[in-house]
């Protein structure tokens, strides 16, 4: 699977970390966000990689910021993202089975690497039931309605 990896600046190195994990896994990622050093606003990083995400539904996004609030508000206004704040295993396998998540949203400043990593995984072994479609196309409704 392809992945666009997103970050701030407060998240840098751990988007690194991910994007270094998924290629290790047989996954090809790519990065957006700024190099070190550079500050940029996370509705803007969040914008694209959920841009990206929806205009090719093959694709899943991973985005980190401070807290991965933000990251996650901002991902959830591009129409067709299902982003998801995770910060435990119980979040990270139900946003893959019951909200068929496509973009993952971490906090950097809450949680270790490696504990974001095994979250990441966590999402990526569940498998989405199919029983929860309604409650998707009812969220993909709200996306269209005034």
């Not at 997103?6 to 896994?25: C, F, K, P, V, Y």
């Not at 996004?61 to 993202?81: D, Y």
């Not at 990526?124 to 039931?129: A, H, S, V, Y």
């Amino acid at each position: 699977m392809h992945f666009f990896v997103g970050s701030d600046h407060a998240a840098i190195e751990l988007r690194g970390s991910i994007t270094q994990h998924l290629i290790g896994a047989g996954h090809t990622a790519e990065e957006i966000g700024p190099r070190a050093g550079e500050r940029v606003d996370y509705p803007d990083q969040a914008a694209i990689v959920a841009r990206h995400v929806a205009s090719d539904p093959g694709t899943k996004g991973i985005l980190v910021c401070g807290t991965g609030i933000g990251m996650s508000i901002a991902a959830n206004k591009i129409p067709g993202i299902r982003a998801a704040l995770v910060h435990d295993p119980f979040t990270a396998e139900m946003a893959a089975m019951h909200n068929d998540a496509n973009v993952l949203c971490l906090g950097a400043r809450l949680l270790a690497d490696a504990y974001v990593l095994h979250l990441i995984d966590i999402w990526l072994e569940t498998e989405f039931e199919a029983r929860h479609s309604t409650r998707l196309s009812k969220i993909a409704t709200l996306e269209t309605s005034s």
